[in-house]
């Protein structure tokens, strides 16, 4: 089993309830706590609110210290999408495809051609500098 096929299906909330419910910020802080053994701080934007979420996704260095932008990602990578402004939404790269939360869909895979016909044109992946696997 790939390490993204338990987070399938779980159910997006407003205010998540890891690992029963998520959120995308709230899925991205579960796993790198799962597999990295780094507690980000909880991300406070308010989903219901496309400015609280804009103004959080760029502040994904605050959380994530020292993320540099990739040209190839591998798993793990964030990656943050744009409507054509700023990122507002965060997922992981997975194989391919981009794990993330949404919200009447739940945690999902979606490949960049799917995203791009919901509307994020431009997908930005970072990796997190230092990070290491841990054993979950």
Avoid at 41 to 47: E, F, K, N, Q
Avoid at 111 to 122: H, P, V, Y
């Amino acid at each position: 089993m790939h390490w993204h096929e338990e987070y399938l299906g779980k159910p997006w909330a407003h205010n998540p309830e890891p690992p029963h419910s998520f959120n995308c910020g709230e899925l991205l802080r579960h796993i790198y706590k799962r597999f990295f053994g780094y507690d980000a701080p909880i991300i406070l934007a308010d989903t219901r609110d496309l400015r609280s979420c804009i103004r959080d996704a760029g502040n994904m260095n605050r959380y994530y210290a020292g993320l540099v932008p990739v040209d190839i990602p591998q798993d793990f990578d964030l990656a943050l999408l744009s409507r054509g402004g700023p990122a507002d939404h965060v997922g992981l790269y997975c194989g391919g495809d981009i794990l993330h939360c949404r919200p009447n869909v739940g945690v999902f895979l979606d490949d960049a051609f799917s995203l791009q016909t919901m509307g994020w044109r431009k997908i930005t992946y970072l990796r997190p500098e230092g990070l290491k696997p841990c054993t979950p």
